[in-house]
């Protein structure tokens, strides 16, 4: 691996992997010859001494080197020797097995409608499971591995395409023709909790006021005592004797 600090070393490094093997990294070039930039600094991301590469260093070669052997188009980019380029074939003695990764949380679509390209034009395979798993992790930190039986993709109609020595390509795999990892377990639902009821607030902020029923039910009446049922009756006899006098 050529150190990143030589331009011209940088440049070749960048022809390699763009010209001739792309599928070392894990890259499709499409028919021109063009691969995403992001996707091409995603792959040389995982190379020693690479980590710190970035856009600007491509294009300080471009505007550095008085031939650089790249060209950009927009947000892409390839090798100007596209004669170099791997070819789209169709394999004749395509491996028995082919890899693929994907996001966990895709399984329970794919289980039910196939292997999907999910954006992209076709569904990318790998001979070796490294090397998908290696694609995989571009996309997800714990990819889910899927192995696919060539064979009996092919009974039901699948056409492959053999892009480098390591690569496949497909337009999809029927559901039947691959095997997954068990799905992921789906979190718990938490149990809702039914809302406080809410109080009955007062119409009237800053009043009180108290519940007289239930103060005068709460009111028993004194009993009197002898003294006083004595006092009581003694002033009612004399303002009686007062009324017949008058």
């Known amino acids: 691996m050529p150190p990143v600090?030589?331009?011209?070393k940088k440049a070749k490094f960048l022809n390699y992997v763009l010209a001739l093997r792309p599928d070392?990294?894990?890259?499709?070039?499409?028919?021109?010859?063009?691969?995403?930039i992001k996707d091409l600094l995603k792959a040389v991301h995982e190379e020693d001494g690479w980590r710190s590469f970035r856009q600007a260093n491509i294009n300080e070669i471009m505007v550095s080197l008085?031939?650089?052997?790249?060209?950009?188009?927009?947000?892409?980019?390839r090798a100007k020797n596209t004669r170099q380029i791997p070819k789209r074939v169709s394999p004749e003695n395509p491996p028995k097995l082919l890899f693929t990764c994907v996001r966990p949380k895709a399984l329970y679509a794919i289980l039910e409608k196939g292997i999907l390209p999910m954006g992209r034009k076709h569904v990318?395979?790998?001979?070796?499971k490294k090397m998908a798993t290696r694609i995989g992790k571009r996309i997800h930190a714990s990819p889910a591995l899927l192995t696919v039986n060539v064979q009996n993709a092919i009974q039901q109609g699948t056409l492959f395409l053999?892009?480098?020595?390591?690569?496949?390509?497909?337009r999809s795999i029927p559901v039947g023709c691959f095997t997954a990892p068990p799905?992921?377990?789906?979190?718990?639902?938490a149990k809702s909790k039914e809302p406080p009821k809410p109080r009955e607030r007062n119409r009237f902020p800053g009043s009180f006021f108290p519940d007289l029923a239930e103060q005068e039910e709460s009111v028993e009446p004194k009993k009197m005592t002898r003294k006083?049922?004595?006092?009581?009756?003694?002033g009612w006899k004399k303002s009686r004797k007062q009324m017949r006098r008058r």
């Open 5 to 8: 600090n030589d331009l011209k």
């Open 24 to 36: 070392e990294f894990g890259l499709v070039p499409d028919r021109e010859g063009y691969v995403k």
């Open 66 to 77: 008085p031939e650089p052997p790249l060209e950009i188009s927009e947000n892409s980019i």
């Open 124 to 128: 990318v395979l790998a001979s070796e």
């Open 162 to 170: 053999q892009a480098g020595e390591n690569l496949f390509l497909a």
């Open 183 to 189: 799905l992921p377990k789906e979190p718990r639902a």
């Open 228 to 234: 006083q049922r004595r006092e009581k009756d003694i």
